[in-house]
């Protein structure tokens, strides 16, 4: 389904028409953005993960630390690299403590706030700046029907969609019990996506040379000891 066609399932279902002045096309625009936003940032969906690249260099701010990533979600970086060289993400706090305690360290890490990507400038490593997150999706042309939504190969969120805009139907018609129930139907679409989703993720596996889950650490030696064979680890 593309814009046109939710368009089309919303007034068929709805039972209206954009010719009785009950609804035009500039409300209809205005609603499947609406409703395409909201389901958008429901979930982390996987197809709004992106990536985004750039040479590392100085930052913005007052200590050369600030970066923006433009078009990219608030605090939904999860990995970014330099060179090559992967980050260690810090809550906020602890980055400020560090910056203040420690100005010279050179610890490869970073935290984010307020929209912004901070990035220790002290960290030594030079390169391309790889960073992994979710992207907000573009807004729609208002004159164009053929645009895909996020979920142009999970067809179940665009149904949520429909759903959505169906509430906004019936808020219109005052039937506000009935624009209620559309909501939690579009609301349990998505869950159900989002469950499947993470069903099919249960295949991810942790690498060996990372330590397994019955690995631990030796406070006393200092190392690492494998539990396969540990008689109480059931």
């Known amino acids: 389904m593309v814009k046109g ?4 399932e919303v007034l068929v279902r709805g039972g209206k028409n954009t010719t009785s002045g009950w609804v035009t096309d500039t409300m209809l625009n205005n ?15 996987p197809f709004s993960e992106g990536r985004i690249s750039t040479t ?65 400038p002290q960290i030594g490593i030079t390169g391309t700046t790889v960073a992994y997150g979710q992207y907000i999706p573009a807004t729609f042309d208002a004159t164009d029907l053929t645009e895909n939504t996020i979920f142009t190969t999970n067809d179940e969120g665009n149904q949520a969609i429909v759903e959505e805009m169906l509430s906004y139907v019936y808020k219109r018609d005052g039937k506000k019990q009935e624009a209620v129930n559309q909501h939690l139907l579009a609301k349990n679409i998505l869950d159900e996506l989002w469950k499947r989703i993470q069903d099919e993720q249960h295949a991810y596996q942790t690498h060996e040379n990372r330590g397994g889950m019955w690995e631990r650490i030796d406070v006393v030696e200092g190392n690492y000891e494998d539990d396969d064979f540990n008689e109480d680890q059931w």
């Open 56 to 120: 590392f260099a100085t930052g913005t701010g007052p200590n050369s630390d600030e970066y923006n990533f433009e078009g990219y979600k608030a605090d939904s970086f999860r990995i970014i690299t330099i060179g090559g060289k992967r980050l260690k993400k810090l809550n906020f706090d602890d980055y400020l403590i560090m910056r203040e305690t420690e100005p010279d360290a050179n610890d490869r890490v970073y935290s984010d706030f307020g929209g912004l990507v901070y990035i220790n």
């Open 31 to 45: 609603w499947v953005s609406m409703a395409h936003r909201w389901a958008a940032g429901y979930k982390p969906w």
């Open 5 to 8: 066609d939710i368009i089309t």
